[in-house]
């Protein structure tokens, strides 16, 4: 499975950005995939998944109401959409996705997630 993100990049505060997210493969079927984050000298964070089946969606608290989560089931595209971006916003954004059985908090939690992208970058200036 391969996962591929695009759409990073610099934005002045209170813009908004698009990221997407293409994963293949010969027979890819996630429980759950999703977006996450790390800045510099913090830990990675889950901004926002999504069980594939059923379609629950989780956002971090502090990103609510200014980012939401999207999909195309039928090519395997995962979207973010993220509008009044803050300073502290920044970070690498990575999409990923989980192949193996999921249920509950367990399928927002990255460190069950086994397919990642390279990560991007999202840089919000003041």
């Known amino acids: 499975v391969q996962v591929v993100e695009s759409g990073g990049g610099l934005v002045q505060a209170g813009g908004s950005l698009k990221l997407s997210c293409a994963a293949s493969g010969r027979t890819f079927s996630p429980s759950a995939m999703g977006w996450f984050r790390q800045a510099p000298g913090k830990e990675r964070e889950t901004v926002a998944a999504?069980?594939?089946?059923?379609?629950?969606?989780y956002y971090l608290d502090s990103v609510q109401r200014r980012f939401t989560l999207s999909r195309d089931i039928a090519n395997g595209t995962l979207y973010l959409q993220m509008n009044d971006l803050k300073p502290e916003d920044t970070a690498v954004y990575y999409c990923a996705a989980n192949s193996a059985y999921c249920s509950g908090y367990i399928c927002y939690d990255g460190s069950y997630y086994d397919y990642w992208g390279q990560g991007i970058q999202v840089t919000v200036s003041a």
């Open positions: 999504i069980k594939w089946n059923g379609g629950t969606i």
